[in-house]
């Protein structure tokens, strides 16, 4: 069982009171992540004890050296029951992987194993807002926190506020005030942030103490009276309603993580500092490419700085988004040297990027042989713009049979192409039973 759902929906409750309820008589296999959960397995079935895996932060296990799709399968051959919990914004990074923000080797097996192992589950969703009825049904608990909780709620879930979410979201915020906690809500800001640029935790107390500066000068700097460092860590990591405090503590004692509902909920624009800050932390080509893919969108002069320092370093996936940063900015000769030397490097998405952008530029000989060497290579994607470009060119038996390959191979994009090419045809039998509107629709061009 999966649980999918936003930080302090309830995730981990309602898969502990599963199993208490369902399984109150097996043992609890909790591995701390993917290499442990084989080991796990391999325990489980040797000694035969009856045992449910618990996967809280099931992307902590995903990959080739994990939860991939043949240990799935021998989960569910051995009858192993595994309780799963997974934050939204994660499960739909692995749910449907990109290609244009690609990564090492490494990262892109993890990737589309874990994609390959979500399409495999049917997970529950859980709303953080619950029905009328589920709140009813709760009103008719005599837990006094339910019942406070029913009554002060508001507009936040049940659960949120159980969990303190909102309460210490507001107090983080108040606390940067005059006479409040200044520098603690400057250290917790900057955690919040370095957490959105993709650096992963935990947080050294010297990198904290160095991003916070910028924060407390923004809010007003010595005129907020900002108290001293010790008082102003002491106030961050202080548990809150016995729940959880807002700088979260870690096996190193002087590192620390962030409450993930303050990460959820700050939408705010990340200040160029952090980004800088936290790209003097690092220097490996991965983190640093993770960098860059949150800061793709967000900050696309400082991504285009950390994919180069990666690319630099050797990493081709960092190469190939550099190109597609490149493209979308329309610097297309730029992005054609990046993309071109990823994909000298083996890089099938690259490769299938550049017969995009070739394609575009109405290069069709070099797209063509671009489409079908990602391909050739396995890149579906690719297949499809392959037969989009056939079918563009009149090349209507080529382009089916690359459409078809695509189809087969399950991409729902294809296999609506295709049902169009034999519509324009006349072959209005086959197409209806692919897509019963194909004749409505024309072909388009899919990207990675």
């Known amino acids: ?69 043949g240990l799935l399968a021998e989960l569910i051959r051995l009858r192993i029951p595994v309780l799963a919990t997974m934050r939204h914004q994660q499960f739909e990074t692995f749910a449907a992987p990109k290609a244009d923000y690609g990564t090492s080797t490494e990262h892109a097996r993890t990737a589309t194993a874990g994609a390959r192992v979500l399409r495999q589950l049917d997970p529950i969703e859980l709303d953080r807002i619950w029905t009328p009825s589920e709140l009813e049904r709760a009103g008719e608990t005599e837990d006094d926190r339910i019942t406070d909780a029913l009554a002060h709620h ?38 919040v942030d370095l957490a959105r640029t993709g650096l992963h935790p935990p947080y050294p107390l010297d990198l904290l103490t160095s991003a916070h500066e910028p924060y407390l000068t923004a809010a007003g700097g010595p005129f907020l009276r900002p108290e001293p460092l010790d008082a102003a860590l002491e106030w961050a990591t202080r548990r809150r309603q016995g729940v959880t405090s807002m700088l979260v503590p870690t096996q190193d004692p002087n590192a620390w993580d962030v409450f993930d509902y303050l990460t959820d909920h700050t939408h705010t624009t990340v200040p160029d500092t952090t980004w800088h800050t936290a790209l003097q932390h690092t220097t490996d080509p991965d983190e640093l490419l993770t960098l860059g893919f949150h800061a793709h969108k967000a900050a696309p002069v400082i991504a285009e700085n950390i994919y180069r320092l990666a690319a630099d370093a050797g990493h081709t996936g960092a190469t190939a988004n550099l190109g597609n940063l490149l493209a979308e900015a329309g610097r297309t000769d730029e992005a054609e040297a990046a993309f071109r030397l990823a994909a000298d490097a083996g890089h099938t998405g690259a490769t299938a990027n550049l017969g995009l952008l070739l394609a575009e530029a109405g290069r069709t000989d070099e797209a063509e042989a671009a489409f079908r060497l990602a391909a050739d290579a396995g890149h579906t994607g ?28 399950g991409h729902t994009g294809a296999t609506a192409n295709l049902g169009n090419l034999l519509a324009e045809a006349g072959r209005t039998d086959e197409a209806e039973i692919l897509l019963p509107s194909a004749r409505r629709r024309r072909p388009q061009r899919h990207g990675d």
């Open 154 to 191: 508001g507009p936040h879930g049940l659960t949120e506020y159980l969990a303190a979410g909102p309460a210490l979201f507001q107090e983080w915020h108040r606390a940067a005030r005059p006479g409040g906690h200044p520098r603690a809500a400057a250290l917790i800001a900057a955690a």
């Open 1 to 69: 069982m999966l649980v999918v759902g936003d930080s302090t929906a309830g995730k981990t409750r309602a898969c502990f009171e599963a199993l208490r309820a369902q399984l109150p008589e097996y043992r609890v296999v909790a591995p701390a992540g993917g290499p442990d959960l084989l080991t796990a397995v391999e325990v489980i079935d040797r000694t035969a004890v009856r045992c449910v895996v618990w996967l809280d932060d099931l992307e902590s296990c995903l990959g080739p050296d994990g939860l991939e799709p």
């Open 382 to 409: 690719a297949t499809i713009n392959l037969g989009l470009l056939l079918a563009e060119a009149g090349r209507t038996d080529e382009a089916e049979a690359a459409l078809r390959l695509a189809a087969d191979a």
